[in-house]
C-alpha cells in the first residue's frame, strides 16, 4: 500500500537561450521577389507608352473627380436598395408563409440566375416597355400620371438595376447571418417578454452582423467596380465611361485606364478602413480572450491580493 | 380561506406532429412553493415547463398561471389563441432560466440584466441600472458587471442568467436543468443562489437531476416519464419511499 504524499513546489526553472535556427531560403526567396517588383517598377516607369505625363495630367481632372464622386454615389444607392431588399426577402424567405417564402425564391432565383448587364440593359429599355408610369388604384382612379419617357433617369435605372441585382446576394448574406444565430437567443428573449421585432432589433441582427458584415463589405467593393457596367442603361457620368469618353479623344487609353483605377482602388482602400471598424464594433463579446486593459486591472487585483495575503 | 394556486394545470397534453410529448398532466403549486420535477431525459419535463410561459402551446387541457389561463383567451365559450403581445405580457411576469443559458454574447453582464426592464417594461434607465448591481451583487457577481458571457465560468454565467429573469420582478421562476451544462465544482454555486432564493419565498419550478437539491429545497416532487406523472408527494417520501416500479427503477440508477 502507499501513502499518499503532498508534493513539494518545484524551484524555479532556468530560462531557455537556445541558438535560433537559420532559415536562408526564406531570404532567397524575399530577394527573388524584391528583385523581380524592382525590375517591373524600373521597366513601367521608363516605358514612354505608358504616357505618364498624361496619367498625372489628368489623375485630378475637374471631370474625373466628379465622375469618381457620381460612381460613389451611384454605389452608395445600389447598396442601400440592396441591403434595404434584401433584409425584407431575407425575413420573406424565413417566414412561414409558404407564398412569401416562394415569391423571395422565386426573385432570387431570376435576379441571380441572369447576368447583371442583362439586367441593366432592361431597366435601360424599361421606358419602352412602360412608356407611362401611373399612381393610383388599379382600374378604379389614377393618383398620379408620370411620362418616363420625358425624365432623364439614367441614374434612377443605374441605381435600380445595381440594386435589384444586389437585394438577390445580399438576401442570402442577411439569412445566413440570422441563421447562424443560435435559437436559444431568440428563446431567452421571447421568455424575457420581448416581441418578435424587438428580439429581431436587439438580440438577432446585432448578433448576425458579426456573420453579415465581411461579406457585405465584399458586396460593396464589388459593388464599386460593378458600376462600370452601367454603361448598359446607358448612363455615361460614371468613372469608367468617362475616362473612355476623356481616352478617345487623346487617343491614349492606357494612361486614363490607370488613373481610373487609382481612383477605384483609393475608394476601396478607404472602404476596406470603414469595414475594419465595423467588424471591430459588432465583435463585441465575442472573444473569451480578456483586452489589455482587463488584464493589467486582473493582475492589479492579484498582486493586490498576494500583498494582502504576505501582510496577514 | 384557500388560496389561489400559482400554477394549475388540469390535464395538459402536448403534442409534436405524430408525437405525444404530454399525455395529460395535472398538477398544482401554490405561491411561495418549490416544485422539482425530476424524470429521465425525453419524459416531456421541458417541454412541459416550456407550456408555463408558452413557449410551447398546449394541445389539449388547461393550463392557469396566477388564475390566468396561459396562451388563450376564453371568450363566449370559445378559446382564442393569444395574440403574440398578450403573449409577451404573460411571459414578463414568468423567469425562466435554460440549461445553456443563453446569455446576450453581445452585452455585458449587467447590460443583459437591464435589457429587458427598459426596453419591456419601459423603466427608467438609472433605477433599472441600480436594482440590476442588487442582483448581479445577490449572486456573487457584483464586480463582473462590465464582463462579456464569453469571458465568464458557466457557473457564472448561469448566476447572470438568474439575475436577469429576476431583474422583470417575477411572481414565477422555471429553472430547465440550470445545471446540467457545468462542470462539477461549478454546480454548488447556482444551486446556492436558487436555494436562497426559495428561503425568500420565490415560487419556483425546477426541472433537475440534482436530488440532493431537490430534497433538501423542494416542497414538492414530481416524477415524470413518457408524458406522465408517475409519482408525486414531498421529495423524502418520494426518494426514500418510492411506490412505483419505474421510478425505483429510476432512482437506483440517479442516486
Known amino acids: ?312 | 380561506m384557500t388560496q389561489l394556486p400559482m400554477v394549475r394545470a388540469e390535464a395538459v397534453c402536448k403534442d409534436f406532429g405524430a408525437l405525444q410529448v404530454l399525455k395529460g398532466i395535472t398538477l398544482q403549486v401554490q405561491p411561495r412553493e418549490v416544485l422539482c420535477i425530476v424524470g429521465p431525459s425525453g419524459s416531456g419535463k421541458s417541454t412541459f415547463l416550456r407550456c408555463i410561459n408558452h413557449l410551447e402551446q398546449v394541445n389539449a387541457g388547461r393550463l392557469y398561471v396566477d388564475g390566468v389561463l396561459v396562451g388563450y383567451a376564453e371568450r363566449g365559450g370559445k378559446l382564442h389563441e393569444l395574440q403574440p403581445r398578450e403573449a409577451a405580457k404573460q411571459r414578463r411576469d414568468i423567469g425562466m432560466v435554460f440549461q445553456h443559458f443563453n446569455l446576450f454574447p453581445h452585452m455585458t453582464a449587467l447590460e443583459n440584466v437591464i435589457e429587458a426592464p427598459i426596453r419591456v417594461k419601459r423603466r427608467h434607465k438609472d433605477d433599472v441600472v441600480e436594482s440590476a448591481r442588487k442582483l448581479l451583487d445577490r449572486v456573487g457577481l457584483a464586480e463582473k458587471e462590465k464582463t462579456y458571457p464569453a469571458q465568464l465560468s458557466g457557473g457564472q454565467q448561469q448566476r447572470v442568467a438568474i439575475a436577469r429573469a429576476l431583474a422583470m420582478d417575477p411572481k414565477l421562476m422555471l429553472f430547465d436543468e440550470p445545471t446540467s451544462a457545468l462542470d462539477p465544482e461549478l454546480v454548488g454555486e447556482v444551486l446556492d443562489v436558487m436555494r436562497q432564493l426559495a428561503v425568500d419565498g420565490m415560487t419556483m419550478i425546477v426541472v433537475t437531476h440534482e436530488m440532493g437539491f431537490a430534497r433538501e429545497v423542494a416542497d414538492q416532487m414530481v416524477f415524470m416519464d413518457s408524458g406522465v406523472v408517475v409519482e408525486s408527494g414531498p421529495p423524502r417520501e418520494v426518494l426514500a419511499n418510492p411506490q412505483k416500479e419505474r421510478t425505483k427503477a429510476f432512482l437506483s440508477k440517479v442516486l
Open chain 1, 1 to 312: 500500500m502507499t501513502t499518499l504524499k503532498t508534493v513539494e513546489p518545484a524551484p524555479p526553472a532556468e530560462a531557455i537561450k537556445a541558438v535560433p535556427l537559420r532559415h536562408p531560403w526564406r531570404w532567397i526567396g524575399a530577394a527573388i521577389v524584391l528583385a523581380l517588383f524592382a525590375l517591373f517598377i524600373y521597366g513601367a516607369a521608363t516605358n514612354p507608352n505608358y504616357h505618364w505625363d498624361t496619367y498625372r495630367a489628368y489623375l485630378f481632372d475637374k471631370r474625373i473627380s466628379t465622375a469618381a464622386w457620381n460612381t460613389l454615389q451611384l454605389t452608395f444607392w445600389a447598396m442601400v436598395i440592396g441591403v434595404a431588399l434584401g433584409i425584407v426577402l431575407a425575413i420573406m424567405r424565413l417566414s412561414p408563409n409558404p407564398v412569401l417564402q416562394s415569391a423571395a425564391w422565386v426573385y432570387l432565383w431570376i435576379f441571380r440566375g441572369t447576368p447583371v448587364y442583362v439586367q441593366l440593359v432592361f431597366w435601360g429599355l424599361f421606358t419602352s416597355l412602360y412608356p407611362h408610369l401611373a399612381f393610383g388604384i388599379p382600374f378604379v382612379h389614377q393618383f398620379v400620371h408620370l411620362n418616363i419617357q420625358t425624365l432623364n433617369a439614367a441614374f434612377f435605372f443605374a441605381a435600380i438595376g445595381l440594386g435589384l441585382n444586389e437585394a438577390a446576394y445580399m438576401a442570402e448574406i442577411v439569412r445566413a447571418g440570422i441563421s447562424s444565430v443560435p435559437e436559444g437567443q431568440s428563446e431567452a428573449a421571447t421568455a424575457l417578454g420581448m416581441s418578435w421585432s424587438m428580439t429581431m432589433r436587439r438580440i438577432v441582427l446585432p448578433q448576425a452582423m458579426r456573420v453579415i458584415i465581411p461579406p457585405t463589405g465584399n458586396e460593396v467593393i464589388s459593388m464599386l467596380k460593378t458600376t462600370s457596367l452601367v454603361t448598359a442603361v446607358p448612363y455615361t457620368l460614371d468613372l469608367y465611361e468617362t475616362q473612355r469618353g476623356i481616352a478617345g479623344v487623346l487617343y491614349r487609353p492606357v494612361p486614363l485606364l490607370l488613373v481610373a483605377s487609382t481612383w477605384y482602388l483609393a475608394i476601396t482602400s478607404v472602404l476596406m478602413v470603414g469595414q475594419y471598424f465595423l467588424e471591430r464594433h459588432f465583435a463585441r463579446g465575442s472573444s473569451r480572450r480578456l483586452t489589455a486593459r482587463q488584464l493589467r486591472a486582473l493582475a492589479r487585483a492579484e498582486t493586490r491580493q498576494q500583498g494582502g495575503a504576505g501582510a496577514r
